[in-house]
């Protein structure tokens, strides 16, 4: 990591520490307090929105990214700056409509608009500057909105999403890095400090939790990075690596809950990471759980960003079935044993 890397990532954690110091006191003064009910995970009111925290060090962190480059490269250095503009544009409008749900001042179908709309512009404004064409478009603008809402759907337990944006953060700071897209990394890198910045305020008993207004911005952060990726020609493998498990966990669920007729608008409590904490795992081994093997999948398409893909690199691809399998499985293994161990008792 060069010392620009470094700086980055250090100010990004630096200023969200900084933010949610500030924040934090605000937010519970104003009643922003997430009040436990029957599908929480957890049992004492606790400040919600404190996403915003993380917001703030993402925007500190890229925009010295975009006066450093200015600075080096003068004139030539303003072009490289649609990227992160657009980044940071698109984040901070997906996190106010997250505040407005925090808020509880926007209705679903009203949030669900905005997240469209915002999706549609900002995939088309990539296809302005790219080749893609209006079919691309349409599949980013879906890929978009199911991606934050799936992000929305995991932040359930203590620092989940949190270390999740870390490792996803750095895998694709370390993509860049190796593609040689600088921006990309820096971008990245940003998002990967200032989860960290946030992480110990939303591990153990947590002091805050991302709200929707995390969740959302945090989303949206990772869909533009991704979408960026795939346009500059990363394979499809890398750039879902760390996703993996949170698209899996998110779509097995809601198979599931349509195939028993139940009401899928409905909050729950069945998502996988969230049995896996019922069946007796604290918040933070579940997130530790989760973190590995979202590292592991990341390391298992090493092969494929070295050498696209390719005949030799599928096998690594298989592996991830048996991870998927690993996770999924684990609530009722861990179960059968309780269920055991009382019968032996």
């Known amino acids: 990591m060069d010392l620009q890397s470094l700086v980055i990532f250090v100010v990004a954690a630096v200023v969200t520490t900084v933010s949610a110091l500030i924040a934090f006191p605000l937010l519970r003064r104003a009643g922003v307090v997430d009040v436990p009910s029957h599908r929480s995970s957890h049992t004492k009111a606790t400040v919600r929105g404190g996403g915003v925290a993380i917001g703030c060090g993402i925007t500190v962190a890229t925009v010295l990214a975009m006066v450093w480059n200015v600075t080096e490269h003068g004139v030539f ?72 809402n799936a992000v929305n759907f995991v932040d359930g337990l203590n620092g989940y999403v949190t270390s999740w944006s870390i490792v996803t953060g750095a895998w694709f700071a370390f993509v860049g890095y190796y593609i040689d897209e600088n921006d990309l990394a820096l971008l990245s890198l940003a998002l990967a400090g200032a989860a960290a910045g946030f992480l110990p305020f939303n591990l153990g008993r947590a002091k805050a939790f991302l709200g929707d207004t995390g969740s959302y911005g945090i989303g949206a952060a990772v869909f533009a990075t991704a979408v960026w990726m795939f346009v500059i020609g990363v394979p499809i493998v890398v750039i879902i690596a760390p996703m993996i498990f949170i698209l899996f966990d998110v779509g097995l669920t809601l198979v599931l809950r349509l195939f028993k007729g139940e009401n899928i608008l409905l909050p729950h409590r069945q998502h996988i990471y969230q049995r896996i904490q019922q069946a007796g795992w604290s918040h933070g081994s579940v997130s530790l759980f989760h973190g590995s093997l979202s590292v592991l999948a990341c390391i298992l398409a090493v092969p494929t960003l070295i050498a696209g893909n390719t005949a030799a690199t599928y096998p690594s691809h298989v592996y ?9 499985l684990l609530p009722m293994w861990l179960n059968r044993r309780e269920t055991a161990k009382a019968v032996n008792a």
Not at 320 to 328: I, Q, S, T
């Open 77 to 148: 250095g303003l072009g490289s700056l649609m990227l992160p503009v657009g980044f940071l544009v698109l984040t901070w409008c997906y996190s106010a409509i997250g505040m407005s749900d925090d808020l509880d001042s926007l209705q679903p179908v009203g949030r669900l608009l905005g997240q469209v709309i915002l999706a549609v512009v900002f995939s088309a404004c990539i296809a302005l500057f790219s080749t893609q064409g209006i079919a691309h478009v349409l599949v980013f603008a879906v890929i978009g909105v199911m991606l934050v």
């Open 320 to 328: 991830w079935a048996g991870l998927l399998a690993l996770y999924a």
